[in-house]
């Protein structure tokens, strides 16, 4: 069948993805640790379920890749000393070939490298003992000759396998015990044995002392699979001379053929119990009806919450049954959500399957030794926060290995193992995620880090020296200030880790570092389980609805600053219970057009990190439940900006954020104020 | 009565393509299961005439699972599905009980002529 038009195509492309993503992780457990046997059934199953697969749709550089991969897996595996670096090399070449090919499965032609790396696979497993051939050699223990009453008729068997035949030395097997079934197999030529690995087409000739009549035999093995012809007829009555020799009565010995003589590697360690292990069956859902389904679920959220506003101008009478109606509507319409929140949760280890591969080639480039931890890998999250977070996670990842370990020498010199220890960990703590990356490198410098942001105009000099050195640390998070003077190609110049904690906030989560001199740097995420659903209030500035976390916003209140020196204010301030608040305009922040006439208006008093600010709307609109959805490029980049939803009558809406506010205005810095400040904001 | 089939591989996209082949053939698919253990509880569960079995599966392989099977029920018929280079695991699992063996890629037809014979039609 064509492949590309095959209807499980996209089932073959996600199953292969994930086995060749477990590869990667596999592969480097193999260089670290000595490789246990059921570590190589992993990759052996992988590699081979993958050729499988791709087999049945045609697709013959996949099967070529896996095949020799998976050829020279089974040969290391059987040797037992260490590997070398460049088999391991080979193996991550042909995982990344493989990957490649799965991800442009329409390409037709050979390439080059395909053949070359097949090549090179074939190369290194020939220089390495072929563990079945060895088996095969190995002399079978000597087995007395199978014996038959000399009084029972002999037949000669020619048995005739189809050229097609894939597997004759298997299908000889079924031919000798559907023989033997019938009567005392005396002769066998060739063994199954010897024709594996061969090409169909065999023929087999076999001498069978029996009763049963030959046409019976002719018709029992003419009914096996892949047998052409069978020839069966009464043999001579002159046998060969052992057969004289053997003795007459004994029961008859079965013939035991080399593949039961000999031992085989165990395919899976049985010591565990296999119940225990086994994940509960799962059913396999595009990602995108399931947020499809969570669309869904919030448009019903909103058309409840229609429905309750209609309500309200009801009859009183009429309106308080409709309005219990609808709270048990409601109620069944948040389990729903809830539900398909929870049939979005993926586990952390689709982010950190690809991490051992990546800290093991910046090793490589970076000339240091890393050993990577990843711990709480069954962790999980939603899966919009998973996607969000890939990037922000391998930055830390770089960053860590680039700035914070340190090389070998500069670590033995400092008292420390030469490998130096990379840990990322997931762990829930009520209704959030930790994700931590911690190294035991250098430790951050806050020194330095004081000295680059007033270099930076970011802060001034006593705000730099009043801030203590925790707070200091969180310097690293301001655009432009990096801890190492030299850019290197791996993580640069400190870029993004600014990126790191937007995204970070922009899920809803926070970041924040935790650093030792000498000792190491930890950054730590806390995320919230799954995208959440925020409470709204709905503002208008011109003609658009934007929201604003109601658990940030203190209070709205109205205000004439006109009165006070006219439209176009840049920023002004507010008596906000007995306290002055600066107040900017959000149709300003944004460059906006503002609708709203000359005189009263509303403001929003919002407060974030004990700072307090307002910021002036055209007109409060309502309030709403939402499913806060993350922004997706190049919205995301937007600052003040935190996430979008869907309005009941499938409006987009655009949610602030209210931190992102805070620092486009210039009152809020991002800067955690030092304890000494605190107060004073 | 149609016969009925127990699928058993790890890759989801081989049991789909399986049972449409035999979906298509008028056979009942009984069950699936994607690894040896779940393959030997739905064997005894279900007792189908015909079971496939995937050789290289996690927890349990395919040979130890046909050798419970075949412990079970000596008369149950069960046709390995086995790739390219596997003759030896193969001929491991025909020593173990089972009835015979498809190798992959195959086309429906190989795998319906095989079947058919094996179950005697």
Known sequence: MPAASHKYLTLFVAEAAEHLAALQSELVRLEQEPPTAPLWDSIFRRMHSVKGSAGTLGFGRIVDIAHAAENLIARLKAKKDKLERAEVDLLFAATDALVKEIVKLDKKEDDEETITLVDELAKAAQALPDPGAAALRTPSPPQPPPVADASLPRLDVAVFLSKTCAAPGARALIVQRKLKAMGTLLEMEPLPAQLMQQKGGARISALLATLTATDEVRAAISALPEVDEVDVRMAPAARPPDERRSPPTPPPAPIVSPAQAKVRPQLTPPAVEPDELRPESTVRVRAEALDQLLDQAAEVMHGIARLREAAKRLPESAAARMEGDIDRLRRTARELHGRVMSARLTPFSSLTERLPRAVRDLAHRLGKQIELDVQGTDVELDRAVIEALGDPLSHLVRNAADHGLEDPDTRLRAGKAARGKLTVSARRERDKVIVEVQDDGRGMDAAALRRKAVKSAALIAEQAEALSDDAAYELAFLPGVSTRDDATDVSGRGVGLDAVQRKVESLGGKASIRSVAGKGTTFVLELPLSVSMANLLLVQVGAELYGIPLHRVLLTTEYDLSARGGEGFEARSLVVMGQLVRAYGLAKMFGLPSLAPPGPRPFVVMEVDGIRFAVAVDRLVGQEEAVLKPLFPPLDRVRGLAGATVLGNGRPLLVLDPRGLAELSGIHNPVKPAPATKGAA | ?121
């Open chain 2, 1 to 121: 009565m149609p016969k009925r089939v127990l699928i058993v591989d790890d890759a989801l996209f081989m049991r789909n393509t399986l049972r449409d082949i035999f979906s298509s053939a008028g056979f009942t698919v009984a069950g699936e299961a994607d690894d040896g253990v779940q393959a030997v509880n739905l064997f005894r569960e279900l007792k189908p005439d015909l079971v496939t079995m995937d050789i290289v599966m996690p927890y349990k392989s395919g040979i130890d699972a046909t050798r419970e099977i075949v412990q079970f029920d000596p008369n149950a018929v069960v046709v390995m599905c086995s790739a390219l280079g596997q003759e030896s695991l193969v001929m491991e699992a025909i020593e173990a009980g089972a009835t015979d063996f498809i190798v992959k890629p195959f086309r429906g037809e190989d795998v319906l002529a095989v079947v058919k014979k094996v179950l005697g039609d």
